[in-house]
């Protein structure tokens, strides 16, 4: 069984989740953690928690402002 992680309109599959991490996946697709919110059931998931096998998750882009 795999997993599937939604990013807009992308995508992506993994099929080996033994010990991945949110944060590993998100550094496999070459993203930083820190810029992006992860969503698995309507819950946001940390950095630290394990992919389970059949998960669907939402990838959504961390948008911030600053001051000029």
Same mark, same amino acid.
């Given at each position: 069984?795999s997993v599937k992680l939604l ?5 992506? *599959?993994? &099929?080996?989740?033994? @010990?991945? *991490?949110?944060?590993?996946? +998100?550094?496999?697709?070459? +993203? ?13 998931? *940390? /950095?630290? /928690?394990?992919?389970? /096998?059949? &998960? ?10 600053? @001051? /000029?």
């Amino acid at each position: 069984m795999s997993v599937k992680l939604l990013l807009r309109k992308q995508e992506f *599959t993994f &099929d080996d989740v033994i @010990n991945l *991490t949110v944060a590993k996946a +998100l550094k496999q697709l070459d +993203l930083i953690p820190e810029a992006y919110l992860v969503i698995r059931s309507g819950e946001m998931l *940390t /950095e630290h /928690e394990l992919i389970r /096998e059949g &998960d669907v998750l939402r990838i959504i882009p961390v948008v911030s402002g600053g @001051n /000029e």
